[in-house]
């Protein structure tokens, strides 16, 4: 009975943690907004690890990749998955270079308009422009020594892909830590940042194809 | 006139046979197996894959997770490397249910066309109707609806599915293995379409 231990512990946990999850005061929001802005505007780079965690209703097993990911104020975005294959994905001037294990191309057939849209989404969640973006209806919670926005898409374009994105902060350094998109099917995708250094110096070669 | 009509029947009945049947021999069934397995997706499990499909030089990439539900059907995603979900239907021997589609994929060519081809891959245990030779591998061919699919096997090992009709191929798939004689490498080419579909497993 595996899988219903599994969904009993999901069901459990998310029931804990919706309990647990305390909407924000007015003054707080302020508060933490504030100091987003200002810890992103300190923020000129950031160099981390990821871990990704796909889940699908039908998949008992979790699909998880790794790698690294570098930032450089204001919309420089490399994506370097690691494990369990090799690509990357930098985004770059408005567009995008993707390096499929040697492969390289610059547009990609379907998911082009989606991946603009993630390039904006990766970038503004590092520099916490997503909180005050207005494509976005978002709510503040907070749980366990970290900040929670939610926030929903309002454009149709997005809210084909996703129903609700949330950014999870440190309470403490005021960086995003994890970021969860929920599909309108329940389906998500955790990405979970890791190992980070705020404002190592970084090599231009970084974001070159 | 009646010989040219003749020699012109004749001539179009050669045209039309399958090019793919010249270098077969049939041997019968008494000795092939009744049923024929497909090794890479014998198991009912879920299998995924690291894709790259090119449509009429238009590359797509991502993730195909396929799960296995019987001999004949099975649950498919196609995700980004990012985990955004672009399709997700459910195959069975004769049809599919959508479950998600991007608007762009969202189109009953693309949806049928898939279908289609994890149909084929996948399929296991179909009944052999016919068995051939062709120098030293053995070659089976099922019935899948209205497509005649021949494996071609060397050494026990699955190297090729070929699906036809009665006149033409329309799909080919090759299977290859690295040096200690795991599946590496998947690759699907329709003959009637500019469509590539590359699948290389994820462990």
């Known amino acids: 009975m595996p899988i219903l231990k599994f969904t009993f512990f999901v069901l459990f946990f998310t029931c804990f943690l919706s309990w647990s ?10 508060d933490f907004l504030k100091q987003v802005r200002e810890t992103s505007e300190l923020t000129k780079t950031l160099k981390g690890t990821f871990l990704q965690t796909k889940q699908l209703s039908f998949l008992e097993k979790r699909i998880e990749s790794t790698g690294d990911f570098y930032y450089q104020t204001p919309n420089l975005v490399k994506w370097e998955y690691k494990e369990p294959y090799l690509y990357s994905v930098i985004f770059k001037n408005g567009s995008l270079l993707i390096n499929d294990n040697g492969k390289k191309q610059d547009v990609d057939l379907a998911s082009n ?17 997503m909180l005050t973006d207005t494509d976005f209806s978002t709510s503040f919670f907070k749980n366990n020594g970290e900040i929670m926005a939610r926030l929903i898409p309002q454009q149709k374009q997005l809210a084909e892909f996703f129903k609700a994105i949330e950014l999870h902060f440190n309470e403490n350094s005021f960086l ?20 980070l250094q705020q404002n190592p110096s970084l090599d231009a070669s970084v974001f070159t194809h | 006139m009646r010989r040219f009509l003749l020699i012109s029947t004749c001539f ?6 399958l090019p793919l049947l010249k270098n077969l021999e049939e041997t019968g069934l008494i000795n092939a197996p009744k049923s024929i397995e497909n090794p890479y997706f014998k198991e009912l499990d879920s299998y995924l894959f690291k894709s790259s499909i090119s449509i ?69 245990h179909l009944k052999t109707q016919k068995a051939f030779r062709q120098g030293e591998k053995e070659v089976l061919m099922a019935n899948l609806n209205k497509f005649q699919v021949y494996f071609f096997f060397s050494d026990n090992q699955l190297e090729e599915i070929v699906k036809t009709t009665k006149n033409s191929e329309k799909l080919k798939i090759q299977f290859s ?27």
């Open chain 1, 113 to 129: 308009k989606l991946f603009e849209k993630l390039s904006d989404l990766i970038a503004n969640s590092m520099n916490g422009k």
């Open chain 2, 56 to 124: 009429y030089n238009h590359d797509l990439s991502g993730i195909l997770v396929i799960k296995k539900l019987s001999d004949t059907s099975s649950r498919v995603a196609f995700t980004t490397e990012f985990g955004n979900t672009l399709l997700d239907m459910t195959i069975t021997q004769n049809s599919y249910e959508k479950h998600f589609a991007i608007n762009k994929l969202d189109k009953k060519i693309i949806l049928r066309t898939l279908a289609k081809d994890i149909r084929t891959l996948t399929a296991n």
């Open chain 1, 176 to 195: 995003v830590g994890k970021v969860k998109l929920i599909e309108q099917s329940g389906d998500f995708t955790l990405i979970e940042l890791q190992n």
């Open chain 1, 21 to 30: 999850q305390q909407p924000l005061s007015k003054k707080e929001e302020l």
């Open chain 2, 12 to 17: 179009l009945l050669v045209s039309c046979g």
């Open chain 2, 177 to 203: 293995q690295d040096e200690v004689g795991q599946l590496n490498l998947i690759n699907l080419a329709h003959e009637d379409i500019d469509l590539h579909i590359q699948l290389r497993p994820i462990d």
